[in-house]
């Protein structure tokens, strides 16, 4: 099988986490009904941002989520319509 360049919305392997954290986000969902979940998993909602920054970084040229003081990420509002359009093109 050929390898594919990754950098279409279909390449980003974003993991379950990772598409959990986006599509809350994406959703407008405050970090009370996403964070717990994550943090059960020991995960940091931090980190994730970052990785998930990493991964649609050439999709978008940019990053897509910053994070507050709490550690909590949150969609840069320009980038929602590209983030809501990515999440659409990612199949299960």
């Given amino acids: 099988m050929p390898e594919n360049s990754g ?3 279909t390449d980003l ?22 964070k717990p979940k994550l943090l059960a998993k020991h995960l940091l909602p931090s980190v994730l941002a970052d ?3 990493e991964k649609v970084f050439d999709v978008v ?4 989520l910053e ?21 659409a093109n990612i199949s299960e």
């Avoid at 379950?16 to 994406?26: G, I």
């Avoid at 040229?61 to 897509?64: K, L, M, P, R, T």
């Avoid at 994070?67 to 999440?87: K, M, Q, S």
């Fill in 7 to 9: 950098n279409s919305e």
């Fill in 13 to 34: 392997q974003l993991s379950p986490d990772e598409l959990l954290l986006l599509r809350a986000l994406a959703a407008g969902e405050p970090p009370a009904e996403w």
């Fill in 51 to 53: 990785s998930i920054n």
């Fill in 61 to 64: 040229a940019d990053s897509v």
């Fill in 67 to 87: 994070t507050d003081d709490n550690g909590d990420p949150a969609l840069i509002e320009d980038y929602v319509p590209d983030v809501r359009g990515i999440l």
